[in-house]
């Protein structure tokens, strides 16, 4: 069982200190070049490599997650997150010149990518490490100064990453303000140039509402419930182990977990029996002896997950799997829940937690249907082999992102832009999309007064400017 760490201390009055701090850096330029912005990308590394176990023992601690998987989802994560945009640092932050009309020459056009200014980061409580340091890294690549505020639903990493902070990281250049709602709201007050949040949809409204009284943009990084198709003709036994993996890593407590299961009714039961086969042989009989399954982050938490699933139960769901609880040490078994039903409690919020439902449709078509009828998910995900199937779901699903065959891998490809859309959130980060996220694109043109092409299109206006207009855009006044 993890031990629950006493509260993190509330840096609400240091707020603005901090952020006037970290303007005075930025407005000296001192983190616009290129060899500064690889220094504190440097110095971010080793906090992460010299500080990886610290983070992996305060993650047991808040999570009961095992080191190791710590290491594969945040710590190692954020590093190969940070050693891909160090890698091509040059190319996406160099200045881009883009064709100018034939009409408007002689002249160059090129766009320049230049720090936002001060950037804050507000993360949640379920990758404390990874949500407070990907966005790091885009930011200081983009040559911002960053305030960070970790969760305080996660005390000891919150502690663990203030302590790491203040030993690798420059604090001209990097601030860290610990607390809940008071010290996050301190710093919406702030005029900071981005925010960057990561939570649920109730708080990101209250960001939102924030912000806009300073015009300052914000990415919100959200939830919701990914659905899974599962093609019956596939080989359950396989997906059953892709899916179980994805579902019950850090105890189901994962933005992109899958939130339920959707299939033809004789593919239903099969399917749940290998699951079930699947979590023994990830956790054994008894999951709550092994090291490697994980808790839930609080008692509140806790009594929520275990509310949607017993209501579930009371109102007809079957318990197929699991179920078993230990609310003192936040322990809820890994739960499969079938004959689940779009009305049943569970399937009525983001479920976040270790409770797997897999219900029933009659085909694809009914599950696009059901899917289409929510809110847009952060991700979809599908197992299919038939192409046909593969393009229809990509066509008509709306989420964030999708995966066919292999759920929450579409997060770990840095290439691919990782965001949600409509109620799943608003912009996307990682890799050169966090760098152009924390970037302003700056338009410049720029031509000589010799020759004097735009004469032309000076008063007084004759048939020589409607020849131009004409000229310039292809259409134009007949008279
Ligand atoms: P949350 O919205 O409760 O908290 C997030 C942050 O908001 C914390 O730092 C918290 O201190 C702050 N906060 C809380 N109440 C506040 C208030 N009244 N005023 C101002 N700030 C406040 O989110 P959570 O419960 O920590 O996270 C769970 C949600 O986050 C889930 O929906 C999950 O899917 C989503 N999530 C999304 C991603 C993603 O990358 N898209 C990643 C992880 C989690």
Redesign the pocket.
């Known amino acids: 069982m993890a031990d629950q760490h006493p509260p993190v201390p509330s840096d609400e009055a240091h707020v603005p200190g901090v952020v006037a701090r970290l303007r005075r850096t930025f407005e000296a330029g001192a983190t616009l070049p290129r060899e500064s912005r690889r220094a504190h990308l440097a110095d971010l590394r080793r906090l992460l490599t010299e500080g990886g176990d610290e983070l992996g023992d305060a993650l047991a601690a808040d999570l009961g997650r095992h080191p190791t998987e710590s290491w594969l989802v945040e710590i190692a994560f954020t590093v190969g997150e940070l050693d891909h945009v160090a890698r091509n640092l040059r190319r996406w932050t160099s200045n881009r010149r883009v064709p100018v009309p034939a009409t408007l020459l002689p002249a160059s056009a090129t766009v320049v990518r230049e720090p936002l200014g001060v950037v804050g980061v507000?993360?949640?409580?379920?990758?404390p490490v990874q949500?407070v340091l990907a966005p790091l890294v885009g930011a200081l690549a983009a040559g911002n100064t960053v305030v960070l505020?970790?969760?305080?639903?996660a005390p000891a990493t919150s502690r663990a990453l203030a302590g790491l902070a203040a030993r690798h990281l420059d604090p001209d250049v990097v601030g860290i303000v610990q607390g809940?709602?008071g010290t996050?709201?301190a710093l919406?007050e702030e005029r900071l140039d981005h925010i960057f949040?990561?939570?649920?949809?109730?708080?990101?409204r209250?960001?939102a509402t924030a912000a806009a009284q300073n015009l300052t943009p914000v990415t919100l990084?959200?939830?919701?419930c990914s659905p899974v198709w599962v093609d019956p003709r596939q080989d359950l036994k396989a997906v059953a182990g892709r899916i179980a993996w994805a579902k019950w890593l850090n105890a189901g407590q994962t933005?992109v977990a899958p939130n339920h299961v959707l299939t033809t009714p004789d593919a239903a039961g099969p399917l749940a029996d290998h699951l079930a086969d699947a979590v023994r042989a990830m956790y054994g009989a008894d999951p709550s002896a092994s090291p490697d399954y994980g808790c839930l982050v609080s008692e509140q938490h806790h009594a929520r997950v275990a509310a949607l699933l017993d209501d579930s139960v009371a109102a007809g769901a079957h318990l197929h799997h699991g179920g078993r609880r230990d609310t003192a040490a936040r322990y809820l078994e890994p739960t499969i829940l079938t004959g689940v039903r779009p009305h049943h409690r569970v399937m009525s919020e983001?479920i976040?937690g270790p409770v797997l439902p897999i219900v029933e449709v009659d085909s694809l078509g009914s599950a696009i249907d059901q899917i289409r009828a929510g809110e847009h998910p952060?991700a979809a995900y599908a197992f299919t082999d038939d192409d046909a199937d593969r393009r229809r779901l990509v066509r008509e699903v709306r989420a964030g992102g999708m995966a066919f065959g292999a759920p929450m891998l579409q997060l770990s490809t840095p290439g691919l832009p990782?965001?949600?859309v409509g109620e799943?959130?608003t912009g996307a980060y990682h890799g050169e999309a966090s760098v152009r996220l924390f970037s302003h694109e700056k338009s410049v043109f720029s031509k000589p007064l010799r020759p004097d092409t735009l004469a032309l299109v000076r008063a007084p206006y004759g048939r020589r400017t409607r020849g131009m207009v004409r000229a310039m855009f292809g259409i134009g006044p007949r008279r």
């Open positions: 507000i993360a949640p409580w379920n990758y949500l505020k970790p969760s305080e639903v809940g709602a996050t709201t919406l949040y990561t939570g649920g949809s109730r708080v990101a209250i960001v990084e959200l939830g919701g933005c983001e976040f952060l990782f965001g949600g799943s959130g």
